[in-house]
């Protein structure tokens, strides 16, 4: 079985350091750790900048299902851009509807989807408080998950989570900018702002968070004995 991902820059590879100038502080999504917690073979076709309309357009989306064998899992996490394009891409119409076709295509051929919540941007207010970034974006998918009865990975609970459990401080170590600052290092303008792709620690705690997901999917540690009888009782 091989785990397929389509998605965004938040999802897709790393690149080697281009936008950091330095190869270790990479920015890359979730997508490129993957592989190192789980045993199944990971193919990740997530694009920079792709909404579920250029995914397909682009050709992106006939890689993915190009290589489609039954039994494959094709995680599928968009959202970030498609927000950009409203009049088209609404997250309860032209979004959901694109969605529904990629679940549609990936079981004719007899492989799983699993839908994912778009991460959080990592936004926080004057008071120190988490913003919601993506509106009624994630709401739709969790909708449409019921729906189609479709696993979801909620993506965007995890990352709120994750960032105000380490704090506004240490949550920034997750993206290049807070990465760099603990090692001193000076990036340009445009990264310093840059809440939304991620460094290698990042992407490793939200690739952790999927493979644990997919795991309880595919029903790991299901058939094992409880082990409550073993504990000490107080």
């Known amino acids: 079985m091989t785990i397929h991902l389509a998605g965004d820059s938040t999802v897709a590879p790393t690149d080697n ?8 502080l990479p920015l890359l999504g979730w997508g490129d750790e993957l592989a190192r917690f789980t045993d199944e073979p990971v193919h990740n076709r997530a694009v920079g900048g792709a909404t579920t309309k250029s995914f397909r357009d682009e050709g992106h989306w006939e890689k ?17 851009n498609d ?7 609404a997250a309860d119409d032209g979004y959901r509807l694109r969605l529904t076709g990629f679940v549609t295509e990936v079981r004719r051929a007899a492989a799983r989807p699993v839908l994912a919540t778009s991460v959080e941007r990592r936004m ?15 709401a739709a998918v969790r909708a449409l998950g019921r729906e ?19 704090g506004e401080s240490a949550s920034a170590e997750l993206f290049v900018h807070g990465a760099a600052a603990a090692r001193g290092i000076e990036v340009d ?7 939304t ?21 595919d ?4 058939d094992q004995e409880p082990l409550g009888k073993w504990l000490v009782r107080p």
């Open 17 to 24: 350091g281009a936008t950091s100038g330095r190869p270790d």
């Open 197 to 217: 792709h991620f460094t290698t620690a990042g992407a490793a705690a939200v690739a952790r968070f999927v493979a644990e997901a997919l795991h309880a999917v």
């Open 219 to 222: 029903g790991v540690g299901d």
């Open 148 to 166: 189609l009865d479709v696993p979801v990975v909620d993506l965007n609970v995890f990352t709120r989570w994750l960032y105000t459990w380490l």
């Open 64 to 80: 993915v299902t190009a290589r489609l064998r039954p039994g494959d899992t094709v995680v599928i996490q968009f959202g970030h």
């Open 83 to 89: 927000q950009k394009e409203p009049e088209t891409l």
């Open 124 to 138: 926080f207010d004057e008071t120190g408080k988490l913003q919601y970034s993506h509106g009624p974006y994630p």
């Open 189 to 195: 303008a445009a990264l310093a702002k840059d809440n």
